[in-house]
């Protein structure tokens, strides 16, 4: 069964503090993985992640992902307010003729002053 | 920036009722989703589109439908809405061509059937 698993489930930290978010995965076909933001509505993209070793950043955010080990970290520095939200992991695994994309169950980020 | 919209935002409507909710992309995009998505759980792909004309359903099993009679257009419906209806719904839509290309989200409707 094709499952991604992210780790942990919530977390509350201090401005300023450094945070790693985990997402692992084991899924039939991989394509690629991606990290989404998600606050009170509807989840921001922030991040595909297709090649092994090879980290995106964008501004304090950054991403690695290991195909060997099957997971991927998100990596915040300088955390603020502003960063609180549910951080989703998710897999696209789409075989030929069909679409499958599985989320994570997300880790909910709080950042307080 | 990224054009999709969602109507209803919120929606209460008592059971058995039929219901659209309403999904519209102004990118051209072929690839349309819908989730749905309870709280504090992860999202649930129930149906997806290819492209007008085309449509499949998802991992999880919906009573709802939907259609894709305009490439910009992908209301899902409900004929008799339930209380386990009652749920947040999440419209995506990605470019076809890219075989990896990231989905972009509508702002939701949050459903409630009383």
């Known amino acids: 069964e094709d499952k991604v698993v992210q780790s942990p489930l919530s977390l509350v930290v201090h401005e300023g503090d450094t945070v790693t978010l985990n997402c692992s995965y084991e899924?039939?076909?991989?394509?690629?993985l991606l990290w989404y933001k998600q606050e009170k509505k509807a989840p921001t993209f922030l991040f595909m992640l297709?090649?092994?070793?090879i980290e995106k950043k964008s501004g304090r955010l950054s991403s690695i992902l290991d195909k060997k080990e099957l997971f991927s970290i998100l990596n915040i520095t300088a955390t603020q307010t502003g960063d609180s939200a549910v951080y989703l992991c998710?897999?696209?695994?789409?075989?030929?003729?069909?679409?499958?994309?599985?989320f994570g169950k997300g880790t909910k980020l709080s950042v307080i002053p | 920036e990224a054009d999709i919209y969602q109507t209803p935002r919120y929606l209460v409507i008592g059971t058995g009722k039929k219901i659209t909710l309403e999904c519209s992309q102004t990118?051209?995009?072929?690839?349309m989703y819908w989730y749905q998505q309870d709280p504090g759980m992860e999202l649930h792909l129930i149906h997806y589109?290819?492209?007008?004309?085309?449509?499949e359903k998802g991992d999880l099993s919906s009573e709802s439908t939907v259609s894709r009679i305009r490439t910009e257009h992908f209301p899902l419906t409900l004929e008799s809405a339930r209380p386990s209806h009652t749920s947040q719904y999440l419209c995506?839509?990605?470019?076809?061509?890219?075989?990896?290309?990231?989905?972009?989200f509508g702002q939701g409707t949050r459903l409630t059937v009383v």
């Open positions: 995506a839509s990605s470019e076809f061509w890219r075989q990896e290309a990231e989905a972009f």
């Open positions: 899924v039939t076909n991989f394509r690629s």
């Open positions: 297709t090649s092994s070793g």
């Open positions: 998710a897999v696209d695994h789409s075989g030929a003729g069909s679409y499958q994309l599985t």
């Open positions: 990118m051209g995009h072929d690839k």
């Open positions: 589109s290819y492209g007008v004309n085309s449509t």
